[in-house]
């Protein structure tokens, strides 16, 4: 505080005193209204979120009172009693959590090894580029112009209605973004590195695990959450691949409960309250990472 | 353990950037590598660590052709510009490195890692990381990484380049006395002429992927091969003086001087018309007072070393560089008078380069 003033004070006899003033002023509206914006995007983040978690804890009543009840309510566990108990969403979630789990953990290990020999590696006639170039490009359509192919060939192979269909899709959904993102955070990492624990006595794989993986871990970490969120929210395809309840995400299964003759938004807000957790567990365990990892 | 290159030539799509390489050390020689940046030096260092492959020739490392060895098989080691430490390792690990990838006992390991730290001096880093060190510490603890084994063969990529002026020579010094008492053989990149000179028992140079000349650093010095090896050897750098023989008056004749030759000159010169002469500074003396015979100069600069003065000097047309004594003065534009020692001067061919 006492620093500020002095600054202040400084600015002050150097400049004439009228133009002191209105420089503080301003400096503080610019903080101001920093924080204004900076609410609202909370606000904004938030209210749904909020507006979920209450619907998931009001008796149907409740949901419909006019004006809306925001804070006062009796809550009740019903709806996530229905949802996990007599419906099938516990099911569902165990689905997701497994075909998410493993289609980031075959995305990222693929793409790595991939972005690895991407960035060290230069082939004959750019060839090495043109890959990248041509794995990215598989990004640049929307998912839903695959949905048909992948049902026939899905339906070929017999795996409609298998977890094994999500993993495949996710993972070849993620693969190019992994490869990506990871072409990027070897690409700054000193190629001595690898060389000198070559020249140590460590094979390739060897100096790749030992020295360059520790040292991408923030990318790495950030790349997963990505692909996580990526194949935990998936809809479209999971919706096309799989139809009965032994095989249903989370996604489809919440989307289920929209039928014809009514909205079951307390089951809905139940089970999306439930989905957001395992995500948000995630990302805190991974944060001290994430933050290097999505600002290298 | 001898290195050899036979005929060794690298080749990036059209550009030849070591071309028809042939060297050999002798077993614990301390071998230099010198040229500027872009002559071919580093890639062969790193041709002969693996880590480029030759395009054509043969590499052996005592009787083994290592061509197609993969780097971690060749028993090497190695000293990178920038040190390539592992930052995410304490000194110890990355000291411990090369032995634990050859699944060593960790007892063993760790005798091992406090004798070389001790013996560079670094026994109180090892806890740390290398973020937390200076510029000459990480320099002792990739050399410590280097030596912890007996490999066949250390190889140092411009290991100094990184340090300052003091320090440079400083440890110039530890590394001479450490590779003799290692006695292992060592091929030493530098674009450093100093760095060479103190540091190799022989000296190769090379220009634009061909060497020039490979002696000892007398030699090098002493006996050029050429005009490149005698322009990048030495500082300040040697004159050269382009003129004519002239036989039958005993004169060497530049457009801006004459200077007189003898039998053993004309001896060497016979049968050459157009040469370049070479006259090392401090073969060129200076002096305010004239002496017969002496060419007359203007001073165009003067720069006190401590030791000595380096005397830039125009000599009719030409520009030259001499060495004097510290104690001599001379202003800017005020008239000097020079000797070049005849007995001193190197030539070479006008066209070739090469020394005559």
Redesign the interface.
Known sequence: MSERYAARKVAKSQSPAKQGRPGATRTRLARWSKYVLLSAAVLAAVTPVYWMVTISLKSEVDQFASPPRWFAFTPTLAHYYDAFFTRSFAKYLTTSLTVAGLSTICAVTLGTLAAYGLARFKLRGKLDQRLSLWILSTRMFPPIVTAVPLFLMMRDLRLLNTITSLVIVYTALNLPFVVWMMRGFFRELPRELEEAAMVDGDSRLGALVRVILPLVTPGLAATAVFCLIVSWNEFLLALVLTQTDASMTLPVGIAGRVTQYEIKWGVMSAAGVVAMIPILAFAMAVQRYLVRGLSL | MDVRFENVSKTFGKSAVVDQLNLASDDGELVVLLGPSGCGKTTTLRML???EDATSGDIFIGDERVNDI???NRD???V???Y?????MTIAQNIA??LR??KIARDEINRRVNRVAEMLEIGALLERRPRELSGGERQRVALA?AII?EPRVY?MDEPLSNLDAKLRVQMRGELKRLQHDLGTTTIYVTHDQAEAMTLAHRVAVMRAGKLQQFDTPMNIYNRPANRFVAEFVGSPSMNFIEGRVDHSSYKFASDALTLDLDESHLARLSGRDRVTLGIRPEHIEVSTADHPGWLAATVYVTELMGNETFVFLRVGGEKIIARASAEFRAEFESRVFVKIQMERTDFFDSKTGLRI
């Open positions: 660590a693996g880590l993969p780097t971690q090497i080691a190695m990178f510009q920038n390539a430490l592992y930052p995410h490195y090369p990838v050859r990484r084994r190889l």
